[in-house]
């Protein structure tokens, strides 16, 4: 079993660790994985003897996800008004074809202007819902854009030196994995030899995120 980590050189470690991880979110909204969650999936998934980094693309789910809840929600909120506006439309047709029902005439004169009025509203519901939703996604493409080569790296980088910086040790008490423990100390032993040189590059990693970010 490896010698403890020096309390001095864990104090920095998890100070660089808390960076990082505030340096993580601020450039990942809404991704459907926790900086921890990611972190332990590679631990398990390079205990159990594979090699490279089994998270590669959980930028491309997180997208792919947000753009599909965004859609979803859009088609929703676009039937139900669209909805509400045609039950209400309905009932104050028929409620005013009753009141004038003595005169058919003007019955039917109201009913024309009602009509009218209802199918201009449904007519600029959905033109407001679709151009709503076509600036949503437009912007959702942009962060794509802004989020695809070099944050991406940025945050690989970042989860790579805490992965080598012992992460097992690092990540709360409450979310360790149990399964691999054996495999987590060989693990532990062979990053230890790179403990100073990625201390340093964590810290770099920090301090100069990309332009774009």
């Not at 969650?37 to 980094?53: C, K, L, T």
């Not at 990540?171 to 100073?196: D, H, M, S, Y």
Request: proline share 5%.
């Amino acid at each position: 079993m490896n010698p403890p980590i020096p309390k001095s050189r864990k104090a920095l470690r998890d100070k660089l660790i808390e960076a990082a991880i505030a340096k993580f979110e601020s450039i990942s909204p809404g991704t459907h994985q926790s900086f921890w969650e990611i972190v332990i999936s590679d631990i398990e998934y390079h205990a159990q003897g594979n090699s490279g980094n089994k998270n590669n693309h959980f930028n491309e789910n997180r997208q792919v996800i947000g753009i599909t809840a965004l859609v979803t929600s859009g088609e929703k909120h676009g039937a139900l008004l669209a909805r509400a506006v045609q039950c209400a439309g309905l009932l104050l047709l028929s409620f005013l074809v009753s009141w004038f029902g003595s005169n058919r005439l003007v019955s039917m004169v109201v009913s024309l202007l009602v009509l009218i009025l209802l199918s201009g509203s449904l007519y600029l519901t959905y033109n407001a819902q679709a151009k709503r939703m076509q600036l949503a996604l437009r912007q959702y493409g942009e962060t794509w854009v802004r989020h695809s080569a070099a944050l991406f790296e940025y945050e690989q980088e970042l989860l790579r030196f805490v992965y080598d910086l012992d992460p097992y040790d690092a990540v709360p008490p409450q979310l360790q994995p149990k399964r691999f423990q054996t495999q987590i100390l060989q693990i532990r032993a062979r990053n230890q030899a790179r403990f100073e040189s990625n201390m340093s590059g964590l810290a770099a990693c920090v301090e100069q995120p990309p332009e774009n970010t």
